[in-house]
DNA sequence: TTGCGTGCAAAGGTTTTGCATGGCA
DNA sequence: TGCCATGCAAAACCTTTGCACGCAA
């Protein structure tokens, strides 16, 4: 795999370690940037978004949006290239982000697939409704009132 | 059903109509605004956003976030609340939006509400991906180069 | 007349672009 | 040395907020 020329330098390294520390949440540019201004390693935004959107097109990371008032989200992928497909569930109430391995969706993408035709992203999608905690929260509000 | 003691003004009609008129497709507030102006009826983006703030509230639209860098979708969801369940997929390259109405979908909120406890709701969700015409389309491009 | 509705202008935030400098090879 | 990488500043972009005026009731 060619590394599309790019050179080697402090920054590339620095984010894209982070990126792999991470790779189980979700981090955004703001993440990456306080924390490597907080271990004295500062890079600047606009050099993070730049080396974001290369490592996207080598396919290394994973880009989604869950709301247009939150700024991007981005996940270390490479791994993950060839596991289980996940989903994204958002609770509407709490705001919560889940992340949701499971056999049914990938059953769920195939049958989309073969049977209306449509190529699923599970990267782009998220899937809103309400958390446990909170369906719960209801219910002890309603029975109270 | 009262009208939060809203006034009954010129621009929330042609605003309201507009979404009523293309309630099968998502719409953004540029869609609006650009519509309106060219019906010689414009409306300010500013009156646009707080008319669809407030039908948020009230239930009567819905707002779809596709990506940060794209503007935010809306639909108007009166008449489909009582209807199936159906979700919408919407395809990255053409933007078309699709119904899909499909027991394997109910099967999949029936599965992740009792086995994750997260009650998924339709009608916010829109699954992202391609569909069969653009994917013919790669195909063919792919085949010719 | 009262008070919400409107829209201009400006601010808010995230992301992108221009450009001069810095650093890798 | 050549060329890409960097980062500051500024622009672009969508959205929200402040404020004075207009209009429905």
């Not at 500062?42 to 996207?56: A, E, M, S, W």
Request: proline share 1%; net charge negative; hydrophobic share 30%.
């Amino acid at each position: 795999m060619q590394h599309s020329g790019g050179y080697k330098t402090k920054q590339r390294e620095v984010i894209l370690n982070y990126m792999i520390e991470h790779q189980n949440s979700h981090v955004t540019v703001n993440h990456i940037s306080d924390y490597l201004t907080g271990q004295g390693t500062p890079v600047g935004v606009t050099t993070i978004y730049r080396h974001l959107d290369k490592l996207l097109e080598q396919g290394l990371v994973r880009k989604f949006t869950v709301d247009a008032s939150t700024c991007a989200c981005f996940q270390y992928a490479a791994h993950n290239e060839d596991c289980h497909q996940h989903f994204h569930l958002k609770c509407d109430t709490c705001g919560k982000l889940i992340h949701l391995e499971c056999t049914h969706l990938d059953e769920l993408i195939q049958h989309i697939c073969s049977e209306h035709g449509f190529e699923l992203d599970p990267f782009r999608t998220v899937l809103y409704g309400k958390c446990r905690d909170c369906l719960q929260n209801i219910n002890i509000k309603e029975q109270t009132t």
